[in-house]
């Protein structure tokens, strides 16, 4: 377990260096697919950097020149932390096993919540997609892998903007970006960056649904007027897509924002420094012997 602690944090840094520069530069272009896939890459690069580096460590000291022995050995930093009590890490490591477990029956409950709506709720079948009514009245429509799910009253009232809606998020598989996302913020729990990345990420599935909708030829008006009326309601965050998970301001300003120009799309490499700067940051000495410490400790 010492393992998946050190690599958890090795991971953090590279995935908050990666989001703030995600946030600074190309959080408000209006680019969904491309943020979409740029939120995607950073989670993966975010667990891939620390295996990567783990190995170039190896292969460079399998490769190190022989070097002569000094004739007093000179301690190091490494030496200094296997000389201090390991208590510390050991607490460090049930209290990131309580968080990961905290997290996971969370998402347990969630889910056992979302399939007890669909399971009790009147389906209709749609092609592919399932429709479910639900009597409550206080369930935001949302949507899940090929269910599309809200309430009697809103199926009567906008049954038609709604279901474009959420056929948007099914048809480009949203779900499987959220079960990313929530492994990343299982295993990066600790880090703010998972939660905020995952939002990002919840943020871009909307702009693309909402984009799609209009597109169809459905009035900008009456679907704007729709997403007032359902601002509030019972919302399931974690792995499934709302439709009033986005803050409604910001949505509003992407359907009036024209498209981002391709040149500001090189933004993105201002991440290649910022992902310099934090692996550079877990090789240091001290950092990487404290990693270690904590490794073996645990």
């Given at each position: 377990m010492g393992h998946l602690l050190t690599y958890a944090i090795s991971a953090a840094l590279p995935l908050l260096a990666m989001y703030i520069v995600y946030k600074w530069l190309l959080a408000s272009e209006n680019q969904y697919r491309y943020n979409r896939v740029v939120l995607l890459s950073i989670m993966l690069c975010a667990f891939i950097l620390p295996a990567v580096n783990v190995l170039v460590?190896?292969?460079?000291?399998?490769?190190?020149?022989?070097?002569?022995?000094?004739?007093?050995?000179?301690?190091?930093?490494?030496?200094?932390?296997?000389?201090?009590p390991s208590v510390w890490p050991r607490i460090a490591l049930i209290v990131y096993l309580a968080g990961i477990t905290a997290v996971v029956i969370h998402t347990a409950i969630v889910w056992l919540r979302i399939a007890r709506i669909t399971a009790s709720g009147t389906k209709i079948h749609d092609g592919r997609y399932i429709i479910v009514l639900t009597d409550d009245d206080k369930v935001a429509p949302f949507s899940w892998h090929r269910y599309i799910v809200m309430s009697q009253s809103d199926y009567k009232q906008a049954g038609v903007m709604i279901t474009a809606h959420e056929k948007q998020h099914i048809d480009r598989q949203h779900w499987i970006d959220l079960l990313l996302a929530q492994f990343i913020v299982t295993v990066n729990w600790f880090n703010p960056a998972a939660w905020l990345v995952r939002e990002e990420l919840k943020a871009v599935h909307e702009y693309e649904a909402d984009k799609?909708?209009?597109?169809?030829?459905?009035?900008?008006?009456d679907y704007q007027l729709l997403l007032i009326s359902k601002a509030t309601g019972m919302k399931f965050p974690t792995v499934a897509n709302s439709l009033n998970h986005c803050k409604?301001?910001?949505?509003?300003?992407?359907?009036?924002?024209?498209?981002?120009?391709?040149?500001?799309?090189?933004?993105?490499?201002?991440?290649?420094?910022?992902?310099?700067?934090?692996?550079?940051?877990?090789?240091?000495?001290a950092v990487a012997a404290a990693l270690d410490h904590v490794n073996n400790s645990a």
């Open positions: 460590q190896q292969f460079a000291s399998h490769n190190a020149t022989v070097r002569l022995m000094s004739p007093l050995p000179q301690p190091s930093i490494a030496d200094d932390y296997a000389a201090q799609r909708v209009l597109d169809s030829g459905i009035n900008a008006r409604l301001k910001k949505r509003m300003t992407m359907m009036m924002t024209s498209q981002a120009s391709m040149s500001r799309r090189l933004r993105t490499l201002a991440a290649i420094p910022a992902v310099a700067l934090a692996v550079l940051a877990i090789n240091h000495n």
